[in-house]
């Protein structure tokens, strides 16, 4: 054996006694290592921990290339590291040596593996949780500080520092009066001492400011949890505090809040607008309609009554065209959806037949029904709008129709809901007909020579919709007529109440007629001289009138009348504001108000209605019902 062969035995001899468990890596690249050897420390190292069936004696040598290969990148000075051997988990401290063979271009390195004792592995536990801790603290994207309790920083992580251009270390030591405006800090503190003060945890809003700048504005703001930090007798020691920045969150519910205020006032200047057109488009229709009836009743040479008949038409006709319009505007604009009643299912539809069976009969157009299907049955409807929308489709089966042609009208119920269907023998309509048949103010070609609006439809069908209902079209095709269907949910049957009797309007007398009074209070002339036509022909009673609200009022307390006819939109108060005065007075609480006015819109009628008037009348009205109700407000004891 040759010297150099027995030096090298020698190294190997060496190399395998050595009392640590060693190892021997090559350097393939700076971030792997391939495992090459280890001594006996480290085969029995390897064969003492291995649990059979799991291959630890394999897993072993990959765990540990691991394990150096993590210290030659950490920037600790004393790297430790844990590996699992077996079923235990042990703490090492690796100690490295790189060297070369010569004339072999790679590098290694020899590994020592020291295996720490009980107290090390402790003091590497410790050092392990706190390295963890301020990993955690340095890379929330919160604030995350520690104050003692006089309010100086503990601790502070990065994104403070950050946040405040400083280094965390440069916060330690410091107060909130050292790094912010008095008034922000001045807030911090506040909070600060509640929770020392009380011991308990609080979630507060505080101002989010950096620097010196004392007024941020109120969406910038910190969601803090402030908690204190307590001792072994459970005292505070300190504070800690994590701050979250809502401002984002708090600009984001300020525009919500904003849009919906808008809304709000979007829907009250619509409110306005509608109730204000109302009032503008019906007032004069009120004189030219009224007085137009006056005349109708007086003896008259044939062709003036023809000129009337045309006057009251065309007025009739202006008038249903003001109430499609504003209808169709408050549903769109929003308005409060249609209350809606069980309500027997042949009573709006068996009203508008009535009606409109004479039109019928003077077209020569028959009519023909068969309502079983509604028999003993009831849906959720308002009974005036669907027969509304009822008497809609039925004269357009009137008017669209062809000469000498008829009409069919039957109810089918169906799963939850009864179908109305309305049939005529028109000439039919076309499939693009059919797309433009619902839209407002549109007409099709056939209907140029027929009086209308192009608003019927559309009305109607928005009105089924806002009484939950669905209007549409079965079947139609040119020379075929139409079918239109209105499906309207079905309704339980309530309980049958007992029917009060109520007397014949016709029949009713006003007690002490001679002394009835009634006041008038109205600012427009042409009204006034209507309502004391009408009262002229009522026989024994006397109408005294007022041209403002507050005449009225004074009016009210000396004259004593048995009912007040009130207008709402009056030069100096609002009809509202008369109604509430009249009813704080002693001497007027008890008469008896009949609202007289344009203002038609349903969310108008709702709200004068909740004052405890007796009634409410729109303007234009007729004769005939508006005499009947004077009489049956001055029958009531």
């Not at 000075?77 to 072999?104: M, Q, S, W, Y």
């Not at 009554?305 to 007025?315: Q, R």
């Not at 939950?468 to 079905?490: K, N, Q, R, W, Y």
Request: with cysteine.
């Amino acid at each position: 054996m040759s010297w150099a062969e027995a030096i090298m035995r020698l190294k190997q001899g060496a190399f395998d006694a050595a009392p640590l468990a060693t190892a021997i890596f090559r350097r393939e690249t700076p971030e792997r290592l391939v495992f090459l050897a280890g001594n006996s420390e480290f085969v029995a190292l390897v064969n003492g921990n291995a649990v059979p069936g799991r291959g630890t004696e394999n897993d072993l040598p990959a765990a540990l290339t691991r394990l150096v290969t993590a210290p030659l990148s950490a920037t600790s000075d004393a790297p430790t590291v844990a590996v699992h051997l077996g079923e235990r988990l042990e703490a090492f401290r690796p100690r490295i040596k790189p060297f070369n063979v010569p004339e072999d271009p790679n590098d290694y390195l020899l590994v020592q593996l020291t295996a720490l004792t009980e107290q090390d592995s402790a003091e590497h536990d410790l050092y392990s949780t706190i390295r963890h801790l301020k990993d955690l603290l340095d890379n929330s994207t919160a604030l995350m500080y520690v104050k003692d309790l006089e309010g100086r920083y503990l601790i502070a992580n990065s994104y403070y520092a950050n946040l405040l251009g400083l280094s965390a270390e440069s916060i330690i030591g410091h107060t909130d009066y050292d790094l912010f405006a008095k008034p922000i800090a001045d807030a911090y503190t506040k909070n600060d001492d509640m929770v020392i003060r009380t011991a308990q945890s609080i979630e507060v809003e505080e101002p989010l400011a950096i620097g010196d700048k004392a007024d941020p504005d109120e969406d910038s703001r910190w969601l803090s949890i402030k908690f204190p930090l307590k001792d072994d007798t459970g005292n505070p020691y300190a504070l800690g505090a994590i701050s979250t920045d809502i401002t984002d969150r708090k600009r984001a519910e300020r525009a919500a809040r904003d849009a919906m205020h808008e809304a709000e006032r979007a829907n009250r200047s619509k409110d306005e607008f509608l109730s204000r057109m109302s009032h503008e488009l019906r007032t004069p229709l009120n004189a030219i309609l009224g007085f137009a009836q006056l005349l109708r009743d007086l003896p008259l040479s044939p062709g003036g009554a023809e000129s009337v008949g045309h006057i009251l038409d065309a007025g009739k006709h202006l008038l249903s065209l003001v109430n499609d319009v504003l209808d169709i505007t408050w549903i769109e604009a929003g308005a409060p959806g249609i209350a809606t009643v069980p309500v027997p299912a042949i009573e709006p539809l068996h009203q508008a037949l009535q009606l409109i069976r004479p039109l019928a009969a003077a077209s020569d157009i028959e009519i023909a029904s068969d309502l079983h299907g509604a028999l003993h049955r009831h849906i959720l409807a308002d009974t005036q709008r669907l027969r509304q929308v009822f008497l809609n489709l039925l004269g357009n089966a009137v008017k669209f129709n062809t000469p000498r042609g008829a009409i069919r009208v039957w109810c089918e119920p169906g799963d939850g809901f009864l179908r109305f269907l309305i049939m005529d023998t028109g000439p039919g309509m076309a499939e693009a007909d059919i797309q433009r048949l619902f839209t407002p103010f549109v007409r099709l070609s056939h209907a140029a020579d027929v009086e209308g609006s192009g608003l019927g439809l559309a009305l109607s069908r928005k009105l089924v919709q806002e009484m939950g209902g669905v209007l549409g079209i079965e079947h139609t095709a040119p020379g075929e007529g139409s079918t239109f269907f209105v499906d309207m949910p079905l309704a339980a049957t309530p309980d049958e109440d007992a029917k009060a009797t109520v007397p014949d309007q016709e029949a009713l007398t006003t007690p002490d007629e001679a002394d009835a009074t009634i006041l008038y209070i109205e600012d427009t002339h042409a009204n006034i001289r209507l309502v004391e036509n009408i009262i002229a022909g009522m026989d024994r009673l006397n109408l005294i009138s007022a041209t403002t609200g507050k005449s009225g009022i004074a009016l009210a307390k000396t004259a004593s009348p048995r009912l007040i006819l009130l207008d709402l939109n009056l030069s100096d108060l609002s009809g509202a504001e008369v109604v509430k005065q009249l009813q704080q007075d002693e001497r007027t609480m008890h008469v008896p108000v009949i609202i007289l006015s344009a203002d038609a819109t349903p969310a108008r009628i709702a709200e004068l209605r909740g004052t405890g008037i007796l009634d409410y009348v729109t303007k234009p009205f007729e004769i005939d019902q508006f005499t009947r109700t004077i009489r049956s407000a001055l029958a009531q004891p």
